[in-house]
């Protein structure tokens, strides 16, 4: 069965500092990886993803991701964090064929 | 641009009672799905549906129901609600499972149950 870490319940940084948030992740095959943002009282809004090919995703609002297959990891970047980047952030994954399954999330605050 | 539309946006029932979440997508999509947030929970798939007329259990789907009406619609319905059930309902759907596109989210439906 598929499974998504997300090891950190929050993570504080302050603004124009880089930013990290961890995601490991366990399937039996080849994954398709995801990261979604919330903010206060809305849906999920897609960042970004990987499918294949490049290690390095670039996605939405300057954010980017590594997929590292030895440590089956996919760990969300940003160079400079903004305040309003301060929302919860969820990564999930999936395989072909199967359902999105999401991470408990991770709590970003970025402090001015 | 509608994408995926959920109604209602609010409810409160009463312990035992009945309602059906309703769900819609604009985009063609395949694959539907229905979620439930609990705080420090993250999101827990309640039901799939692949592909118009098959439906799937995810991880919690004790204590409701579902129905793929047609290719754009999703519904979920508790039968007798229980104060557990308390929650954020989220709709969602995505391409096709095999081109393993990103989801898109309905805004929710905030339910209590008392």
């Known amino acids: 069965a598929q499974s998504v870490a997300q090891p950190e319940d929050q993570v504080n940084v302050a603004e124009g500092n880089p930013l990290t948030v961890k995601c490991t992740y366990s399937?039996?095959?080849?994954?398709?990886l995801f990261w979604y943002v919330q903010y206060p009282n809305r849906g999920l809004q897609f960042l970004l993803k990987?499918?294949?090919?490049?290690?390095l995703v670039k996605g939405s609002y300057g954010f980017e991701a590594e997929f590292n297959k030895s440590q089956t990891s996919f760990h969300l970047k940003k160079p400079s964090a903004l305040v309003s980047d301060s929302a919860l952030y969820f990564c999930?994954?999936?395989?072909?064929?199967?359902?999105?399954?999401f991470g408990k999330g991770t709590t970003l605050s970025v402090s001015s | 641009n509608a994408g995926v539309t959920q109604t209602p946006k609010f409810q409160v029932l009463k312990t035992g009672q009945s309602m059906t979440l309703q769900c819609a997508q604009d985009?063609?999509?395949?694959?539907m799905y229905w979620y439930r947030q609990d705080p420090g929970m993250g999101l827990r798939l309640i039901y799939y549906?692949?592909?118009?007329?098959?439906?799937d259990k995810g991880e919690v789907p004790n204590g409701y129901n579902v129905s793929r009406l047609n290719k754009r619609e999703f519904s979920l319905r508790l039968e007798s609600a229980a104060p557990s059930q308390t929650s954020v309902y989220f709709c969602?759907?995505?391409?096709?499972?095999?081109?393993?596109?990103?989801?898109?989210f309905g805004q929710g439906t905030r339910l209590t149950v008392v």
């Open positions: 549906s692949a592909s118009e007329g098959t439906t």
């Open positions: 990987y499918i294949t090919g490049d290690n």
């Open positions: 985009m063609n999509h395949n694959s």
């Open positions: 969602a759907s995505s391409g096709w499972a095999g081109m393993n596109t990103e989801a898109f």
């Open positions: 999930a994954v999936r395989q072909a064929g199967t359902a999105l399954i």
């Open positions: 399937v039996s095959g080849n994954p398709y």
